[in-house]
């Protein structure tokens, strides 16, 4: 049924519509109307049965889903930023004993200096948690990504997180085509744990494993991440046949095919993305953009054949890492390894700064240009901090201080 | 002349014997049909009172429940020395995840069992005074606060004995332990969290220690009685820990409740309902003597200072719990 609504709200029908029956959730800013409306729907009586559970941290959230799921249950949560990084433990845990707990990520940046605004620091930093990362571009992939989730993460019994750009999708109200229940219960079959806690069949989950078998253990968790590599594409495409529309999957090209220049990106950039690519193509330019849904696990060879025959790859990232550079980026080199492709990475949009139009088609249609470069960057403020801090020792935090040059007009 | 009624303990040990009762009387252990949670082959020190306080405690919750139950436990000696296969023991179904998150986990068994609609099913949560006082505090908090359908066991050995005996929240005054090297922990810190759990004013809160396993046992039958959050604080001496022999570990723990340290008792919503009197009262240096971790009290001079700072800790909770008669 076509709708006119919330991000939030559309997810929250969605995971409604996949009977979840427990939800765990501590609130967090842009999480936050997923949780309510979900909480409404348990409360009212529309979704049942379903467990709605307040508790006082993410870490508790995420702890009370992996007792859950350990019991058999189907079991949701929400998060972002901070609270994705509160429940870090436990996000490598539920992993590690392969509970298929799904879970929202409103993506946002991680402080300090404390900002809510979207970017995505938060779920990058955890990729290498074992969860499954698909990353919506729209509000209907976003809800179309929640009802594939929980049958790719009770399949595999490996946890999977749908990340959505804060505010930008979470608060953003759009036409969504909510699925019906009859749709939603013939693609999504009942959970069948692998194990459970059942006091008719004892079983011990979590015991300790010593050097003899661990790396085993481990391994058999990139497996079931492999594994996805494989049903990732076909539920897709059973999807499409059930619901009548393309969503998921691991990469898809947007006028790739003959493209010298290909723009890789995650999330909601890419409407943005495809709309330049369109003007540069009639400016004459050869380009095309690479949307990644899958980030976990990384789909190599996919990503590869769709970054074809292209000279030029860009790289626009929401989030980097310190000290190093892209982190999309190393994969995308490596998934391009030998083939003699320029990856360069991009920094954009961090805490919540506007990917304009403008600034992309200027770095488009630029030279080249270094390997690692920020979008948009104020070079001035960055230089009067330098040479703030090379004057005194004592040159304050400066994050203040860069707010106060702002201010005074730098 | 008082009359003395005739009592069937065993010499020093106050605990009946078995074979004096009727059988609807004897302790679950006395069964053959005991539920026997954790079985021999564990790995746990020898005289180890956590390993004895868990498996009366789990036996006689599976006893309560007809085995329609689920273990969840937090990182620690007892999970160690309890799963590393082929010493995996445990008879029940069973599940650890973290060190701090065990009362987070079995709600959320709880919650599951209840959208399921098994409520039958009763969940237990365990761990040491560290997994529980300490890093899961806010957790077990949460727990409490929700009234959540789980009884909580916290096996208080006073110590993180699992990392090699560092301070924890539950640490008594002047205890030697790898991070409070002598003159020991320092007076006037730790928490006493049954009280704190009393304070949630959840159905049920009570103390006990492995020198009365019968006490042990009737707690977790009475604590299975009720729904929602129940907590049960067990004092488990640690021989490696405490520096006491190995066979020495009952009589250290009551001794612990001899001498008014640690006072037994239960609360229902928040208010005292019954306390376990102290019989023959002893003075601290009792208790603290058998101790290598209090051996610096008894050097040449002794510090009869701290001793009597002890000592008056012990006499404010006779005062309070009204332990003596
Ligand atoms: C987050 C985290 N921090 C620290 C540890 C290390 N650790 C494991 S068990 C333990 C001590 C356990 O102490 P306690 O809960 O009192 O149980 P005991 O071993 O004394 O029975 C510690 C510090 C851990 N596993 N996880
Ligand atoms: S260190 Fe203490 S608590 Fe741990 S197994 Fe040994 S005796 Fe038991
Ligand atoms: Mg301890």
Redesign the pocket.
């Known amino acids: 049924m076509l709708r006119q609504m919330e991000g939030s709200q559309a997810v929250a029908e969605a995971v409604a519509l996949c009977r979840p029956e427990v939800i765990c959730a501590y609130p967090i800013s842009p999480q936050t109307h997923i949780v309510e409306a979900l909480s409404r729907l348990v409360t009212g009586g529309r979704l049942k049965p379903c467990e709605y559970v307040n508790v006082e941290s993410e870490f508790a959230a995420l702890s009370a889903c992996i007792g859950a799921s350990a019991a058999g249950a189907r079991t949701y949560t929400a998060t972002a930023s901070q609270g994705l990084l509160y429940m870090t433990?436990a996000l490598y845990n539920a992993s590690g004993l392969g509970l298929p707990v799904v879970m929202t990520v409103a993506n946002r940046a991680i402080g300090a200096p404390i900002n809510i605004w979207n970017d995505h620091s938060d779920s990058m930093s955890q990729r290498d948690s074992g969860w499954i990362q698909l990353y919506a571009e729209s509000n209907q992939e976003a809800v179309d990504l929640h009802v594939q989730a929980f049958a790719l993460a009770e399949e595999l019994s490996l946890p999977v997180m749908v990340c959505m750009d804060g505010f930008v999708l979470t608060h953003a109200f759009e036409r969504v085509d909510l699925p019906s229940q009859e749709q939603v219960d013939a693609f999504l079959p009942p959970y069948e744990p692998r194990q459970v806690l059942d006091p008719d069949d004892p079983v011990s989950i979590g015991a300790m494993v010593g050097p003899e078998a661990f790396t085993e253990v481990r391994y058999l968790g990139h497996l079931r991440q492999l594994a996805a590599l494989e049903r990732i594409p076909h539920l897709a495409a059973r999807f499409e046949r059930g619901f009548g529309r393309a969503c998921g999957g691991l990469v898809r090209g947007y006028r790739t095919e003959d493209a010298d220049t290909i723009v890789l990106a995650l999330g909601s950039v890419l409407g943005t993305l495809k709309d330049v690519a369109d003007e540069l193509r009639q400016d004459g330019m050869r380009i095309g953009v690479a949307g990644l849904t899958t980030f976990r696990p990384f789909p190599l060879h996919a990503v590869r054949k769709v970054l074809g025959r292209a000279r030029r790859v860009v790289v626009l990232e929401r989030a980097f890492s310190l000290g190093a550079g892209g982190i999309v980026a190393a994969e995308v080199r490596s998934a391009l390894a030998g083939n003699g492709a320029d990856v360069f990475t991009v920094v954009a949009g961090l805490g919540g700064r506007a990917v304009t139009k403008a600034s992309l088609r200027l770095l488009l249609t630029g030279g080249p240009g270094e390997p690692l470069t920020f979008l948009d960057l104020n070079q001035d403020l960055v230089a009067g901090e330098l040479r703030r801090a090379g004057r005194a020792r004592r040159s304050g935090p400066p994050a203040e201080n860069l707010l106060r040059d702002l201010a005074g007009g730098v | 002349m008082p009359v003395e009624r005739t009592k069937f303990y065993q010499v020093g040990s106050f605990a009946v014997g078995n074979r004096l009762l009727p059988p609807e009387q004897r302790a679950v252990q006395a069964s053959p049909d005991r539920g026997n949670s954790l079985t021999c082959g564990h790995r746990a020190c020898r005289g180890c009172g956590?390993a004895l306080g868990a498996r009366w405690a789990v036996d006689a919750a599976i006893s309560a429940t007809a085995g329609r139950m689920v273990v969840v436990n937090?990182?620690?000696?007892?999970e160690?020395f309890s799963t590393p296969y082929p010493e995996s023991s445990w008879q029940v179904s069973w599940i650890h995840s973290?060190?701090?998150n065990a009362p987070a986990v079995a709600t959320g068994v709880a919650a599951a069992l209840r959208a399921k609609g098994r409520t039958e099913v009763r969940v237990v949560g365990q761990?040491?005074?560290?997994?529980?006082v300490?890093?899961g505090f806010a957790c077990l908090s949460g727990m409490f606060e929700r009234d959540d359908d789980v009884l909580y066991i916290c096996?208080d050995?006073q110590?993180?004995?699992?990392?090699g005996v560092?301070r924890?929240g539950?640490t008594p005054p002047a205890a030697r332990t790898a991070t409070t090297p002598l003159p020991g922990q320092a007076f006037g810190q730790g928490k006493n969290v049954p009280l704190i759990a009393m304070a949630h004013e959840i159905p049920y809160v009570a103390t006990a220690t492995v020198a009365d396993l019968r006490d042990l046992e009737y707690k977790v039958r009475r604590a299975m009685e009720f729904r929602g959050a129940r907590y049960l604080h067990v004092l488990v001496p640690?021989p490696l820990?405490w520096v006491t022999a190995a066979c020495d570990t009952i009589r250290v723990a009551r001794l612990a409740t001899e001498s008014g340290l640690f006072p037994v008792f239960e609360a229902e919503r928040g208010e005292v309902t019954g306390v376990t009197k102290i019989r023959r009262r002893v003075p601290v240096d009792d208790y603290l003597r058998l101790q290598g971790r209090y051996a610096h009290l008894f050097g040449d001079p002794p510090k009869t200072d701290v001793i009597a700072r002890i000592q008056a800790g012990a006499d404010r909770n006779v005062r309070r719990f009204g332990l003596v008669d």
Not at chain 2, 74 to 78: E, K, Q, R, S
Not at chain 2, 159 to 163: C, L, P
């Open positions: 433990e | 956590e937090a990182t620690g000696c007892l160690v973290l060190f701090g761990g040491g005074d560290g997994g529980t300490d890093i096996y050995n110590a993180y004995m699992n990392t560092q924890s539950a640690c820990g």
